[in-house]
């Protein structure tokens, strides 16, 4: 992730993160003034303020500083911190609520001191001299009802522009502090010091407060539906669990005891409770009872899932329709919800590389602004020869020129974007991945578990005719080497197996050959579990199954044998069906111009035989690899100029994963595959891919957009304004309304179709 980064110390092995609200930034230099000022700091690896989310990332070694010493930091700043987590999201609350009634307060008062001003000076532009119009525009009424809005409304500018002005970062603050107080005293000289009693301008010191103030409302309440993703996951969380208790009376007979209690204090194992229409409180498995589970806010779809027995539960799904009694697999901490609040907040906080230009202008941006006005002042000066016009055309610059659209214009859209993929079961890990996603045309594609639906079952079972153990023997040993693994053929081995009832022999000195097999002793006899490969690459005997290998490989089924350490002894071949929309998915994305490769460690084959099933030419598939094949295949295509997306499920498409410009994990997979992907679509119905590219380019879009009006804004606003084009209250009022306009572009988000138009 491209961020400003004070990188002073390079020990992996000491490096913590700290997540922090942020309170009193008001524009994009005040977010880039945090990052300079802490990240400079000894022991800060990387300092990331979002001005929308209010969020900051900080990357520190805790030898050298701590969390607590960050926050201090950050309020010498001259803003408000806090630690953004379950403990303190009460506590943020509140504050954003006491923000915004403060805000609100101070609006309605302002707008009610500036109204009558606004009266008189419409009145008397529509030549209207009634008595109550000219005593609107005495000096003295002027002066009382501006100086509550100049020094008291606007007293918020000025603590904010000395604090920015303390760190050497000058903010928007100083700019409306500058122009608003230009036009206070130069008022007062005219209308108590001997100046032109004429020329007062009070209510434009006054009306500019006012509407960089309903600027800032309207923008808080945008910012605050920019993040109405993570509030409505944060409130799919249960807030209590009923626990079963089992109790042995006196006599002997266990009775079982029902208790609510927090959610918090449920732990891995206990027994609980749901009834129908209730939360799903912790992830889990069920014990006993069947319904239907609501899971749109994992995966997106609205259609229920039947569940019974051993069947997976996670947390903040809706059991639908019958009790269910499920045991604890996970602490809610740990649970998939919060690990996707987890995902989504990190996205929403981070920045895209594109803020970069953003990041840059702002920085600079204050400072040439002030100089614009004051070369501004003396031009029109010169020219005009009148310190009043030439003070009002100075403060027009002021008040018109605005970093806070800039600020805006990436963090927004990318609140509103990963909001959007999480509502649609699409997990975007921050605004770096966003970006890269935009710019894919290749997209690699693992098959068991991402084409396939990585649930295979066994269609045929043979053992060796001369060997010395039994079936049910060599079927005991297979299984129990088989129950060390976690791939998904192993899997279907094993359940197999325990059809059969059989005991599992005890395994020693197991060790997973990686992209090859298995091997382990049991009584002291070396046993292999593998590919026909393996079988070559070790040469093993197998020919009492050479029929059988070509005749299940062509069906497009995987054939796994069990071997000592001299010859084949069983051979059982598997089915893994494609799923149900991977033809349809795969389509769509050549459409939009995709290219599409399948890689698998499986045989040709069989690969061969999924490929033409699911749309796919001989030239688009890549069969027989091993993981860091699969990685070596990705690094290929970059070298050709392509942007390469990995898809998979599985520990052994990490390394693929993590080579890829972006990887993307199937949310039916592991942990290790979902931790190393840039997205995660979390129902790993491929379908999705195409809805997260065009989400990815919509995105973008709106950045692009963003990004360009804000430019434009400043570039076309401060010439007019300098030029005397602009009164400075229409400058005041585009200046409020510029950050809005941007806000409300990102929001348009929200009714974007993730559908390519035909």
Known sequence: METKEIKMHQDPLNREFSRLAITGMTCANCSGRIERVVGKKPGIYRANVNLASKKGMFEYDPNLIDEAEIIQIIEKTGFGAILDDEDHRGELILQEERVAKRVRLTLIISALLSLPMVIGMIAMLAGVHTPWVEFLHRPWVQLLLTTPIQFGVGIRFYKAAWASLKVKAPSMDVLVSLGTLAAFFYSVYNGFLGGDPTHLYFESSAVIITLILLGK???????????????????????????????????????????????????????????????????????????????SMLTGESLPIDKGVGDELFSGTINQSGALVMTSTKLDSESTLSRIIEMVNDAQ????????????????????????????????????????????????????????????????????????GA?????????????????????????TGTITEGAPKVTHFEVRKDGLLSEDELLAILVGLESHSEHPLAKAIVVFGESHSLEKPKIENFQALVGAGLRGEVGGKRYFVGSPRLMDEMKLDYMPFKRVVPEHESMGETVVMLSDEHQALVVITMADPVKATSKEA??????????????????????????????????????????????SVVKELQAQGKIVAMVGDGMNDAPALAQADAGIAMGTGTDIAMESADVTIMNGDLINLSKMILLSELTMRKIKQNLFWAFIYNTVGIPFAAFGLLSPIIAGGAMAFSSVSVLINSLSLNRAKLTKKS
């Open 217 to 295: 409302y309207m923008e808080e309440r945008a910012k605050n539906r920019t993040g109405a993703a993570i509030r409505s996951l944060m409130a799919l969380q249960a807030k209590t669990a009923i626990r079963i208790d089992e109790v042995t009376a006196e006599d002997g007979t266990i009775r079982e005891i029902f208790t609510e209690v927090p959610i918090g204090s449920v732990i891995v194992g206990d027994k609980l409770l749901v009834h129908p229409g209730k939360t799903i409180p912790v992830d889990g498995s069920v014990i006993s009872g069947n319904s239907t589970i609501d899971e």
């Open 349 to 420: 906080g981070s920045k895209a590389p594109i803020q970069k230009i953003a990041d840059q202008v702002s920085a600079i941006f204050v400072p040439a602004v002030i100089v614009i006005a004051i070369i501004t002042l003396l031009i029109s000066f010169v020219v005009i020869g009148d310190w009043g016009v030439a003070i009002m055309h100075s403060v027009a610059v002021l008040v018109i020129a605005c970093p806070c659209a800039l600020g805006l214009a990436t963090p927004t859209a990318i609140m509103v974007g990963t909001g959007v």
């Open 423 to 447: 509502n649609n079961g699409i997990l975007i890990k921050n605004g770096e991945s966003l970006e890269r996603a935009a710019k894919i045309n290749t997209i690699v594609l693992d098959k």
């Open 586 to 631: 795969i389509a769509t994305l050549k459409a939009i111009g995709i290219n599409v490769i399948m890689l698998t460690g499986d045989n040709a084959r069989t690969a061969a035989k999924i490929g033409v099933d699911v749309g796919l030419m001989p030239d688009e598939i890549v069969a027989e690899l091993k993981p860091e094949d699969k990685a």
